[in-house]
Every structure is written in structure tokens, then in C-alpha cells.
């Protein structure tokens, strides 16, 4: 799991260097700083519910979804993130891990960064994206037909695996352009 997290949090820290250095030379007010800070922290880790609604309600017949009940129940969060950890890679019908989300999620951001002023919803559906980019870059490098599965899950026809790296770098050149929208708002 702590591979997991640093996965996650080390392009988020990052991002949160270079958007802070460019900010302090423009005199960005410093409460700004801060709600880039907990809107990267929140995003970076948001998309994990999806695990638990797959235990919840997608799944809830399995015996992992039953065990992941009780430890809900019994408010073991340490033996439920070890579950999750052991887990995760087996779920490949998530809701929030899926191309359309993917695709709904860019015209969201897209609407938030360039129509808002708040620097919380803006870091955090970057987050969303950067999150969502890592568990797929991550699963190209090591196995591109399970990121196949899991992206296009519950799909009669599915992208071809030649051209994921196509799809990879439309939503990475798309997730750039929100990171240069947000560094220059201010």
C-alpha cells in the first residue's frame, strides 16, 4: 500500500512544487497555496471509493466484499486498506475506473478550471485525473490487456491494446493543459 500511496502523491508533489514556485514569484495570496495543497490531497485519493462500492453494492455476494462489510462495520480501516492492497488489481468493473468516467471527468475539469476561481475544485479534479492517469500508466508498462479490461469493463467491443497508447496520451496532453490553465489563473 505504500507503494500505492507514493505512486500517487509523488507526481501530485510534483505538480504542487512547480504550481507553488510559479505562484510565489506572482505574489499568489498564500491561503491559495493551501487549497491547492488539500485539493490535491483529496483528489489524489478519492477515486478509491470505487473499491468500496465495488465490495458494497457491485459485488457484495463475494466473500472479499462480505469481509471488507465487517471490517467496515468493526472499523478495522488497517485490515480493510491490507484487503485492498491484496485486492485491488482484481477488480476490474469500477465505476469511477472506467473510459467513460475518464471522458465525463475531462469535460468537468475542463468546465471547473477555465470558468472557476476556486483553487480547491480545480486542484482536485486535476488530482482525479493525474490519479486516474498513474493507475493506467502503471498497468500499460506492467500489463497493457489488464488496463484494457478494467478501462473498457462492461464493453461488448473494446479498444484495440495497439492503440491504448494513443488513448494514454490524449487524456496525459489533456491533463497538461489543465496543470498550464491552472498555473496561469493567477
Known amino acids: 500500500?505504500?507503494?500505492?500511496v507514493r505512486q500517487h502523491l509523488l507526481p501530485l508533489f510534483v505538480i504542487f512544487i512547480i504550481i507553488s514556485t510559479v505562484w510565489a514569484i506572482a505574489f499568489v495570496p498564500f491561503y491559495q497555496f493551501i487549497y491547492l495543497f488539500f485539493g490535491f490531497l483529496w483528489g489524489a485519493f478519492f477515486l478509491d471509493i470505487d473499491h468500496l462500492i465495488y465490495w458494497l453494492y457491485l459485488?457484495?455476494?463475494l466473500p472479499e466484499s462480505q469481509q471488507a462489510s465487517l471490517f467496515l462495520k468493526n472499523k478495522n480501516l488497517t485490515s480493510l486498506l491490507t484487503l485492498l492492497e491484496n485486492r485491488h488489481k482484481h477488480h476490474t468493473s469500477l465505476v469511477f475506473h472506467h473510459y467513460f468516467f475518464q471522458t465525463a471527468l475531462a469535460l468537468v475539469s475542463f468546465f471547473v478550471i477555465s470558468s472557476s476561481a476556486n483553487v480547491f475544485s480545480s486542484a482536485f479534479v486535476i488530482a482525479l485525473n493525474i490519479h486516474l492517469l498513474v493507475d493506467e500508466f502503471y498497468d500499460y508498462r506492467s500489463n497493457p490487456r489488464h488496463l484494457q479490461q478494467w478501462l473498457f469493463a462492461r464493453e461488448q467491443k473494446q479498444l484495440p491494446l495497439a492503440y491504448l497508447?494513443?488513448?494514454l496520451l490524449f487524456f496525459t496532453l489533456?491533463?497538461?493543459i489543465f496543470i498550464i490553465i491552472l498555473i496561469s489563473f493567477f
Do not use: D, F, V
Open 174 to 176: 489533456l491533463t497538461l
Open 59 to 61: 459485488k457484495p455476494q
Open 1 to 4: 500500500m505504500k507503494q500505492e
Open 165 to 167: 497508447k494513443h488513448y
